[in-house]
């Protein structure tokens, strides 16, 4: 089994930036896909990048394009997601998610969940 934390959340101002950490453990492919949603509340579980766990692909949702930035380290077991230009609307709580046998960007084909971090922007 694989399990996933994340860090790195809280309470910035509009137009600062967060880096959020997503620690793996437990045995991992390099096949797998890493990703990261988001949900707040009164609205529904949305993507928002992914990464191939061994490679250069990524994947980001619309909204994330040019602001957010998804890596990973794979010797510390880590994928990385720097969000730069907050925004309020960015307001959720922030889940990684691995996918045991593709790259995804759908929230049904994730297998392991982390707990979420809370990410909150004022104006």
């Known amino acids: 089994q694989v399990h996933l934390v994340e860090s790195g959340g809280g309470l910035v101002q509009a137009g600062a930036a967060l880096e959020l950490t997503c620690e793996l453990s437990g045995r991992t492919h390099s096949s797998w896909g890493v990703g990261w949603f988001r949900q707040s509340p009164g609205n529904e579980r949305e993507f928002v990048a992914a990464?191939?766990?061994?490679?250069?692909?990524?994947y980001y949702a619309t909204f994330a394009r040019g602001r957010f930035t998804i890596s990973r380290d794979n010797a510390k077991n880590t994928v990385y997601l720097q969000m730069n230009s907050l925004k309020p609307e960015d307001t959720a709580v922030y889940y990684c998610?691995?996918?045991?046998?593709?790259?995804?960007?759908?929230?049904?084909?994730?297998?392991?969940w982390g707990q979420g971090t809370q990410v909150t922007v004022s104006s």
């Open positions: 990464i191939r766990y061994s490679g250069l692909t990524t």
């Open positions: 998610a691995a996918s045991k046998f593709r790259v995804a960007v759908k929230a049904y084909e994730y297998d392991y």
